[in-house]
C-alpha cells in the first residue's frame, strides 16, 4: 500500500519569494510520482511528474520537483511565484506495477500568493 | 479535441436518497477513474472502468456503483446517501488502460450534498 504526506497545508508566500511545498510518501513497490494543481472551482491538472530518469523534472510554468528515493520524498519547488500561482497543490503517487493507473493524493497544500 | 466533462456540476440530495453522476471522456480516451474529494482533503480513489469492465476499486461501500458505455462515457451511481457522502466527484479518463504512467485528465466535477 502507498501512502502520501504533504506536511504543510497552508503555505503563504510574497510575490517574487521562492517557494518550496514538501510532499513525503511511503510505499512498499516503486512508484510514479506526480503534482497535480487545482484552481478555485476547477478540476486537477497534471504539473509534472516522474515516470523514470533524470530525478529533477520541471513543468513549463517554471515548477520543479525533485525526486529523492532515500528520503522518499518530492517536493515542488519555484525561484519566484506569482499572484497566478496561487492554487491548490496536490502531490500523488501510482504503484509501477498495478496497471489500473489508481492514483493515491495527499491532502494538499494550499499556496497563496500575496503582493 | 473536448476535455473531460461532467454533469450535473452541483445537486443537492436527501439523506437515503440515490443519485447518478455523469462523466464524459476526452476524445481518445477509453478509460475513466472516479475519485471523492471531500472538503479540505485530497481525492480518494473509488474505482476504475477500463472498456466497459471495472478495473480496480477503492476501499468504497458496494453502494457506490459505476458503468461505462461503448462510448467510453461513464455514471457514478450512490445508494442509499449518507452525510458524508458530500464531496467534489471528479472523473478522470485516460487511454490504454489508464496505466500508472499514462496521463489523467480530469474533469471539473459535481459538487453534491447530502442534507
Known amino acids: 500500500a502507498q501512502s502520501v504526506t504533504q506536511l504543510d497545508s497552508q503555505v503563504p508566500v510574497f510575490e517574487e519569494a521562492p517557494v518550496e511545498l514538501r510532499c513525503n510518501y511511503s510505499?512498499?513497490?516503486?512508484?510514479?510520482l506526480f503534482w497535480y494543481v487545482q484552481y478555485p472551482n476547477q478540476g486537477l491538472q497534471l504539473l509534472l511528474k516522474?515516470?523514470?530518469?533524470?530525478?529533477l523534472v520541471e513543468s513549463i510554468n517554471g515548477f520543479e520537483a525533485e525526486f529523492n528515493k532515500s528520503q522518499t520524498s518530492f517536493h515542488l519547488r519555484k525561484p519566484s511565484v506569482h499572484i497566478s500561482d496561487t492554487a491548490e497543490y496536490f502531490c500523488?503517487?501510482?504503484?509501477?506495477?498495478?496497471?489500473?493507473?489508481?492514483?493515491?493524493f495527499g491532502q494538499g497544500t494550499e499556496l497563496s500568493v500575496k503582493p | 479535441e473536448t476535455g473531460v466533462t461532467q454533469s450535473p456540476t452541483h445537486l443537492i440530495k436527501t439523506r437515503g436518497q440515490q443519485v447518478t453522476l455523469r462523466c464524459s471522456s476526452q476524445?481518445?480516451?477509453?478509460?475513466v477513474s472516479w475519485y471523492q474529494q471531500a472538503l479540505g482533503q485530497g481525492p480518494q480513489f473509488i474505482f476504475q472502468?477500463?472498456?466497459?469492465?471495472?478495473?480496480g476499486r477503492g476501499n468504497f461501500p458496494p453502494r457506490f456503483s459505476g458503468l461505462q458505455f461503448p462510448n467510453y462515457s461513464s455514471e457514478l451511481n450512490v445508494n442509499a446517501l449518507e452525510l458524508d457522502d458530500s464531496a467534489l466527484y471528479l472523473c478522470?479518463?485516460?487511454?490504454?488502460?489508464?496505466?500508472?504512467?499514462?496521463?489523467?485528465?480530469f474533469g471539473q466535477g459535481t459538487r453534491l450534498t447530502v442534507v
Open positions: 478522470a479518463s485516460s487511454s490504454t488502460g489508464g496505466g500508472p504512467n499514462t496521463e489523467a485528465f
Open positions: 500523488a503517487v501510482s504503484d509501477r506495477y498495478n496497471q489500473g493507473g489508481k492514483l493515491i
Open positions: 476524445s481518445g480516451h477509453n478509460t
Open positions: 516522474y515516470l523514470s530518469g533524470s530525478t
Open positions: 510505499s512498499s513497490v516503486s512508484v510514479y
Open positions: 472502468y477500463y472498456r466497459e469492465e471495472e478495473n
